[in-house]
């Protein structure tokens, strides 16, 4: 009789085993002046993930995005990760907006061997951390890349040749400082100084005064939405108007809202737009946006994109890496990522994104360089 309970006992569990499902973790600021980027990276894996389960899913299982708020802050987005890891236990996380919270989470992934994908941050130490083995991954900007794309487009652009460098003061800033003197040094462009602001100040004028004093003939700006709006009020009581060339830390929030007027005078980097023509998986993800969300009306209220784009690639990509492990063991998985030979995905084809010396999917060939006009990002030039 109880080997009989113990077959019928086994039996009743085996449809509670085959529904578990794949775990996807996520942690980004979810409140505060940046939410509108964290709802972007979460729209974007939704999307992703729908269509993945759709399809089936992976492994004969459905995937699940957990979600966690770290409110832009490094200690409570190692929290965050710490539950999603060890109590969650999700297959692979996924960070969220800012290069300090992401740097924090690396040891946690390390320890517990569990892949971390970043679809925004672009600190350089993300995916260039020291460790062996290292398990961050990449679908996003790169710091040392895009800031030898700022140079290039100001020098094309604005024929700009003494630039001033204006730089939020944490690791990001950091990190775009030395990938900044690097691609200047490369072409022996000397900058007209360097300034750093904190992310609480709400008047920059000292140390933009200095940069204009030291014949500046442009700026390059590295901060987030509610500092780099800052900036650009301070630049209007100023009365200065120099080129503003930008990282894309203005795409993700109120940007136009906290910056006044003057915001459209900023020029930023993005890795895709839904703006222009579409390729068919464009014209996908669109759709799947506009049928689930009823905000999204437009390719315009698509906002910021590159939260969308970056994490529905990455999704796409990581479930190819779950299949190729076989399995949602963290080791294998990231074995996995190195056995993608392509996808032909949202924001480019990729071949072999993935390799043991190279952790980030996106190249310098890979940018837009966008503007708000009337409160939407579009790419430079293009009209409404």
């Known amino acids: 009789m109880k080997k009989l309970l113990v077959v019928i006992?086994?039996?009743?569990?085996?449809?509670?085993?085959a529904q578990e499902t794949i775990k996807i973790g996520l942690v980004t600021a979810l409140s505060g002046q940046s939410?509108?980027?964290?709802?972007?990276i979460t729209r974007g894996l939704q999307v992703a993930i729908d269509e993945l389960n759709a399809a089936g899913?992976?492994?004969?299982?459905?995937?699940?995005?957990?979600?966690?708020?770290?409110?832009?802050?490094?200690?409570?987005?190692?929290?965050?990760?710490?539950?999603?890891?060890?109590?969650?236990?999700?297959?692979?996380?996924?960070?969220?907006?800012?290069?300090?919270?992401?740097?924090?989470?690396?040891?946690?992934?390390?320890?517990a061997k569990v892949p971390f994908m970043g679809p925004w941050a672009a600190g350089t130490p993300i995916t260039h951390n020291g460790t062996s083995p290292n398990f961050a991954f990449?679908?996003?900007?790169?710091?040392e890349i895009v800031d030898k794309a700022m140079l290039q487009y100001a020098e094309k652009t604005f024929n700009a040749k003494k630039p001033g460098l204006i730089l939020i003061n944490n690791p990001w800033g950091e990190s775009n400082e030395k990938g900044l003197k690097a691609a200047m040094a490369a072409k022996n462009v000397t900058p007209a100084g360097i300034e750093k602001f904190e992310g609480s100040d709400?008047?920059?004028?000292?140390?933009?005064?200095?940069?204009?004093?030291?014949?500046?003939?442009?700026?390059?700006?590295v901060g987030n939405v509610g500092p780099?709006?800052?900036?650009?009020?301070?630049?209007d009581r100023m009365g200065w108007k120099p080129p503003i060339v930008s990282h894309w830390g203005p795409a993700g929030g109120r940007f136009t809202e906290l910056a006044g007027p003057s915001a459209p005078s900023v020029h930023f980097v993005q890795t895709y737009s839904f703006f222009g023509n579409q390729r068919p998986v464009g014209q996908k993800v669109l759709k799947a946006l506009m049928a689930k969300y009823p905000d999204i009306k437009t390719a315009g209220d698509v906002t910021p994109a590159v939260g969308v784009a970056n994490a529905y690639?990455?999704?796409?990509?990581?479930?190819?890496?779950?299949?190729?492990?076989?399995?949602?063991d963290g080791t294998k998985i990231r074995e996995g990522y190195y056995k993608i030979a392509s996808y032909d995905g949202l924001i480019k084809s990729y071949k072999s994104p993935f390799t043991a010396t190279n952790h980030d999917a996106i190249t310098e060939n890979d940018y837009v360089w966008t503007q708000f006009i009337d409160n939407e990002i579009l790419p430079v030039g293009m009209k409404k």
């Open 9 to 17: 006992g086994m039996l009743v569990a085996l449809p509670a085993l």
């Open 35 to 40: 939410a509108r980027a964290g709802e972007a």
């Open 57 to 111: 899913g992976a492994l004969g299982r459905k995937f699940e995005l957990v979600r966690r708020d770290d409110e832009a802050t490094p200690a409570k987005g190692v929290i965050a990760a710490r539950e999603l890891v060890h109590k969650e236990k999700v297959a692979v996380l996924f960070g969220g907006l800012d290069t300090p919270v992401s740097i924090a989470i690396i040891p946690v992934i390390t320890e």
């Open 138 to 143: 990449r679908v996003s900007a790169v710091d």
């Open 202 to 221: 709400v008047d920059v004028v000292p140390q933009l005064t200095r940069l204009k004093n030291a014949g500046a003939d442009s700026l390059f700006l």
């Open 228 to 235: 780099s709006a800052q900036v650009v009020k301070s630049l």
């Open 313 to 328: 690639d990455a999704m796409m990509l990581t479930a190819l890496a779950i299949r190729n492990a076989g399995s949602t």
